[in-house]
């Protein structure tokens, strides 16, 4: 997103983050409400990829912000309740840079309210686990990779089998997460949303996540000190995922944001190969 749609998207936040703060809405009634309105928002969001007119004219410029919620609230006054069209009204008010940018908003305020129900239901942590550990199962099979990630194939069919391998297995939030990946979310692949998710979680619980890639697994006293030391690096707590990968041979790869670690035996050999072919 370009500066525009980033504040925009920052105040649209903000409408969440208040209905959480001062108790009002759907915060009082607990997870229910908080899932009801993830589905609200949801359902909008696949409208506007149905529609891209509508798209467009909810996210025109040219129209003054009080002319674009008055379209807004004639077409979904009806349809969503009262807190959704309240977060809606804002999102349609602000300025952003493509209609694109306003239909992730969208998507990502849908994603911000199951966060809400997973933390209001105690499950916050294991469905940043269960996304994670999803994520390198379909990664590791390429035929399940291929039947999620298909685009000729129906998101419904899709989505039945990602709940079927995941049902008794996931939290119900992961599953309509999940979901929400394989709808695209933001414009991107499969394998990327789900990495958009995680990350996306561990910012709830006001982590970063660091990618460990390592030969073999850590024992619990290295993930200890590995997240201690990580977290006085970047000076806040660390969610550590950690994948094997025998190509590593030996140390780890530690991928934080855009900084990568290579302390494994991998990359020294490399380095003492390129030093001998001099």
Request: cysteine-free; glycine content about 8%.
């Amino acid at each position: 997103m370009r500066a525009a749609s980033r504040e925009s998207l920052a105040s649209a936040r903000e409408q969440l983050t208040e209905l959480v703060n001062t108790g009002t809405g759907s915060a009082t009634q607990g997870s229910a409400a908080w899932q009801d309105l993830a589905a609200q928002l949801r359902s909008v969001a696949a409208l506007l990829v149905a529609e891209p007119g509508l798209r467009r004219a909810l996210s025109n410029p040219a129209r003054l912000p009080q002319r674009r919620a008055e379209l807004l609230e004639s077409l979904l006054g009806s349809r969503v309740g009262a807190i959704a069209l309240r977060v809606l009204d804002v999102v349609v008010r602000q300025r952003w840079s493509s209609a694109a940018d306003l239909l992730g908003a969208i998507e990502l305020l849908a994603v911000d309210s199951e966060l809400e129900t997973a933390a209001s239901d105690g499950v916050l942590d294991d469905a940043e686990d269960e996304l994670f550990r999803f994520q390198q199962i379909v990664g590791a099979h390429a035929e399940l990779t291929q039947a999620l990630s298909y685009g000729g194939s129906p998101v419904a069919a899709r989505a039945e089998l990602a709940k079927q391998l995941l049902d008794g297995k996931a939290a119900p939030v992961t599953i309509r997460l999940v979901t929400m990946a394989l709808h695209g979310l933001g414009g991107r692949g499969f394998q990327a949303g789900l990495a958009r998710l995680v990350e996306l979680v561990a910012q709830r619980r006001e982590s970063q996540v660091a990618y460990v890639r390592s030969a073999a697994p850590l024992t619990v006293d290295q993930e200890e000190r590995l997240t201690r030391h990580l977290s006085a690096v970047y000076g806040q707590q660390i969610s550590l995922h950690v994948r094997i990968d025998p190509a590593v041979i030996g140390g780890a790869i530690v991928e934080i944001g855009d900084d990568r670690y290579d302390g494994s035996i991998g990359r020294l050999l490399e380095q003492a190969r390129t030093a001998i072919a001099r």
